[in-house]
C-alpha cells in the first residue's frame, strides 16, 4: 500500500477528499462504505464504514486536533498544520452541517 500522498486541503485541488476528515482519497480502497458494502465518494474509510461514522460524537475541534497530530507525523509544523485545517475543516460537508457559530 503506498503512503506517498500528503495531505492536499486545498480548495483549489479538484481531487475527490474525505468530507469529514479533509484527507484526500485518490485510490478506491480509501473509500468509506455504506451498510451494504457500497463505496462512498464523500467520506474516507478511516472516517465512515457500514454507512456511519466511526466516530459519530468528534467535534470539529477534536478532528481538528486529530489531523494534526497526523500531519505533524508527516513532518508538518504544527501550528502550519493546525492553521490549514482550521480553515479548511469548518469547509467540508460533515462540518458544514453542524451550523458552527461564529
Ligand atoms: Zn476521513
Not at 65 to 83: I, P, S
Request: hydrophobic letters at 30%; charged letters at 30%; aromatic letters at 6%.
Amino acid at each position: 500500500m503506498k503512503m506517498e500522498h500528503t495531505m492536499e486541503l486545498t480548495v483549489e485541488h479538484s481531487g475527490r477528499f474525505c468530507q469529514s476528515c479533509g484527507m484526500p482519497m485518490p485510490e478506491e480502497e480509501l473509500l468509506g462504505t455504506e451498510r451494504e458494502g457500497v463505496k462512498t465518494e464523500e467520506y474516507c474509510k478511516y472516517c465512515y464504514e457500514d454507512g456511519e461514522f466511526k466516530q459519530p460524537d468528534i467535534t470539529l475541534q477534536s478532528m481538528i486536533d486529530l489531523c494534526t497530530g497526523y500531519l505533524v507525523e508527516q513532518g508538518m509544523n504544527e501550528a502550519d498544520a493546525r492553521g490549514m485545517l482550521a480553515q479548511s475543516l469548518p469547509l467540508l460537508k460533515r462540518w458544514k452541517q453542524e451550523g458552527v457559530s461564529k
